[in-house]
Structures are given as C-alpha cells and as structure tokens.
C-alpha cells in the first residue's frame, strides 16, 4: 500500500476513534500511596526486574518489596542451565550469584535474598527469575534436555522436592520463570522447557506463572509453544530503534505483536496471554526512553491498541526506575503505575 493511502487510513481511523471518545486521557492520574495488596494476574501489572541496576550503588530487593507500585519483580539471571551437579550458572546482583566457573564442588546459599523473596511474597507479589540476558548459554539440544532443564529448575528455585538440589534460597519457592533471550539465542526446544514448567507448576499451589520477553524487533524467534505456555508477554519496545517507545514505528509493532499474541492458542486458556508494554525506566542511551509523564501518554496508545488483552507494563530495570524522576519528583514507577490505574 502506497505511504499516503496509508497516511489517509491512518488519519481517517484516528478521526473516527477521536469523535467516537473525545476525552480519551485522563487528566487526573491515580497516585497509588502506600499500603497492601493483593497481585491480581489479569489486572493491569506493574512488573520490573531486578538485578542489574546501573544508576543505583546498592540496588536492593528490599526496596521494591515495600514499593507498592509494584506486582511483579523478575530477577535476572540465569545464565546457564545444566551445569555440573546440574547448578544453573546465575547471578542476581553482586549478592547471589555462582563464580565465573561452575564445579561440582560450587554451593552457593543467598540467605539474605531468599528472607527478601519471602518479604516480596508476603506483601502480595510475586517474583519470577528470568533466563537468558544479554549474554546466555541456554542452548537445549533435545526433547528430553528441555524436560531435564525444567526438573533442574523446579528443583532449583521452584517447589520441587528433590532433597539433593542445590537451593541458593533454601526453602524458598519463586513464582515462575521469565524467558528473555537477546539477539542470538537458540530458542529451539524452549516451547517444551515451558510446557514442561507449566505442569510442574499445575502440581502445586499457589499459582505460577511464565512470561516472555522478545525484543519488538522479532528477531530472535520464540517457538510458537513457548508463547501458548505464557502467561505474561512483554515484548521489549526499546533498544530496537524502528519500533521503540517513541519511533514512528511503535503503533505498528504494538499492533502487530497484539494480534500475533491474540492468535495465540494458549494452553492456558483464552485469558493468556497477557500482553504488556516493555519499557525502560532510565535513559541508557539506546533507544526507547521516554521521560515519565511522555512515558504514561504512549502506554495509553499501546493500551488501546491491545484492547482486552492488556496486562500492564514492565519495565528495566526497577532500582533504576526509582532514581527517573518526573518535574514534581515522583519516580518512574509511581508515575508509571498511575497510569496502569487509570481508566482511558
Ligand atoms: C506516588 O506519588 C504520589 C504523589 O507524590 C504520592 O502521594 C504517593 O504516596 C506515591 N506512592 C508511592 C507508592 O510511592
Ligand atoms: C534484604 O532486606 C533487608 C531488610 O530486611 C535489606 O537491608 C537488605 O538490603 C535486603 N537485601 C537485598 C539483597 O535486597
Ligand atoms: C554451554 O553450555 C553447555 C552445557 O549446557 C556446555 O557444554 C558448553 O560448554 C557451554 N558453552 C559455553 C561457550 O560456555
Ligand atoms: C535430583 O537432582 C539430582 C541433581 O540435582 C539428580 O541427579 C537426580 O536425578 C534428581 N532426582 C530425582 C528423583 O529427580
Ligand atoms: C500513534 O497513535 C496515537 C493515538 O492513537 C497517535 O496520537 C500518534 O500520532 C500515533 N503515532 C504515529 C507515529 O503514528
Ligand atoms: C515473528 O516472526 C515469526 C517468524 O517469522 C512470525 O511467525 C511471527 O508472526 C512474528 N511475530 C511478530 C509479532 O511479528
Ligand atoms: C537520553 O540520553 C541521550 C544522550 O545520552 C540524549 O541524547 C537523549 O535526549 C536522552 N533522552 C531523553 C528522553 O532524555
Ligand atoms: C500527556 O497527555 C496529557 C493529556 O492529553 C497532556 O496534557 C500532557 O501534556 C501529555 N504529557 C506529555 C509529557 O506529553
């Protein structure tokens, strides 16, 4: 289609949308104050990561745990997956993580963190640990590699009951697993290594949940069953210059990966999956950072475009978001999730 019928497409859509709603943005935004509640996996979430906080000295779970602007907390990363004595290679922050090189005789036991990870649970959020990161080896050679993966994983940091797993948090159990695999990645067999997850999850209670991370760009290709396992995705709308937060072609995409995602036959039922805007909540210099108030207003666009499917926003990275200050002070978070509460 020539540039300008679709100019004039755009343009007449837009009319009708602005007519058929004339006040489309709040005006007012909701500030969430302090106080308890309760994660709500088919509301609008609030979800950050954690663990590679670059404007912050001493980036601390804690702080996110008692920020009730937050839902969910993904801690990165787990690096590898089948090491020896079946050790995933991982490091969430300077506080827990394996050394460079993983032995059978490698323990590692983070205390601290597992005490914050029960905190989180008990303010009413949930925390998943995301696989891959900018650098990963999660290559899965087979069919019965991916099952043994997720046994490892549920073993690992899950409920799993194998008494010889080297829990680093003891008898701590997270919520779930996030899949973010950056440029590179070979993703085959991963559409099992969630299946296989998901059952696991389905055998104890309370619920878990998977989520997804592709960069908006497509092009580290997820297997079709790794998005019909997810409950959460939040493609990454940033350091992808044509389609990040801000570009000309963020409406696309957004609208795209909707009705990708849409088409989804989900294992999980017609509910999932949940389809977020993933953002950045600091400038790094790539591309895709708004300030927050700019930031609120394209959420809002991706929002429409997502209809019923819409579960909210991530965001890299939390500790980060916490130092983005909007012109009346309030942070990247706060704003952010004012905006999630709001009605468009
Ligand atoms: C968000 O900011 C508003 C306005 O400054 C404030 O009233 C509210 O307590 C903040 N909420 C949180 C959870 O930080
Ligand atoms: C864990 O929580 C304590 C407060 O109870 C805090 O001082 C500490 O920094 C937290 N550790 C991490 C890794 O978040
Ligand atoms: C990747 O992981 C596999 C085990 O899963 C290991 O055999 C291989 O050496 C690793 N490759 C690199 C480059 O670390
Ligand atoms: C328990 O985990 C160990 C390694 O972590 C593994 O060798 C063993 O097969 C597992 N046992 C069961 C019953 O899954
Ligand atoms: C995206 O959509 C919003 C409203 O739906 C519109 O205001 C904005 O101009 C669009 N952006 C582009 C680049 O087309
Ligand atoms: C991503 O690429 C795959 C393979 O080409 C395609 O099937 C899928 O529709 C694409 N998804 C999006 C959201 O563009
Ligand atoms: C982010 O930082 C770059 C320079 O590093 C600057 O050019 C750009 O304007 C900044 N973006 C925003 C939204 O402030
Ligand atoms: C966000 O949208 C509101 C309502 O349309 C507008 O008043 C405000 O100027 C916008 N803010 C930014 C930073 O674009």
Redesign the pocket.
């Known amino acids: 289609m020539p540039l300008n019928t679709l100019r004039l497409l755009c343009a007449l859509a837009l009319t009708s949308w602005a007519s058929a709603s004339p006040a489309a943005l709040p005006r007012q935004l909701t500030y969430r104050d302090s106080g308890n509640y309760q994660f709500n996996p088919t509301s609008r979430n609030l979800a950050v990561y954690y663990g590679k906080a670059q404007n912050t000295d001493s980036p601390s779970l804690y702080d996110l745990c008692t920020n009730s602007n937050v839902d969910m907390i993904v801690m990165g990363f787990v690096r590898q997956l089948n090491g020896p004595t079946a050790l995933p290679s991982f490091g969430f922050t300077r506080y827990c993580k394996t050394p460079a090189t993983v032995t059978d005789k490698t323990r590692v036991s983070c205390p601290d963190m597992a005490a914050n990870i029960t905190f989180c649970q008990n303010m009413g959020k949930k925390v998943l640990i995301s696989l891959g990161g900018s650098v990963s080896n999660l290559t899965l050679d087979s069919v019965s590699d991916a099952h043994e993966a997720a046994s490892i994983l549920w073993n690992v940091f899950g409920a799993g009951a194998n008494s010889t797993a080297l829990r680093p948090f003891g008898n701590v159990a997270i919520d779930g697993f996030d899949f973010d695999f950056e440029s590179g990645a070979d993703t085959t067999h991963m559409d099992t290594l969630a299946s296989s997850l998901q059952s696991y999850f389905r055998s104890s209670s309370p619920e878990r949940y998977i989520s997804a991370a592709p960069l908006c760009a497509n092009n580290t290709i997820l297997p079709y069953g790794l998005y019909a396992n997810a409950n959460f995705v939040w493609p990454r709308f940033y350091n992808a210059k044509a389609c990040c937060f801000g570009s000309k072609g963020f409406n696309k995409s957004v609208s795209t990966w909707y009705n990708y995602l849409n088409s989804i036959n989900s294992d999980l039922g017609p509910t999932y999956p949940r389809v977020y805007l993933g953002g950045l909540s600091f ?1 790094n ?1 790539n591309s895709g ?3 927050p108030d700019a930031f609120v207003n394209a959420t809002f666009t991706g929002r429409r475009l997502v209809q019923s499917k819409f579960g909210g926003v991530s965001l890299w990275e939390g500790t980060d978001g916490l130092v983005t200050k909007n012109a009346q002070g309030r942070d990247f978070l706060n704003v952010t999730k004012a905006g999630l509460l709001g009605d468009i």
Do not use: L, R, T
């Open positions: 400038n210099s950072f708004m300030e």
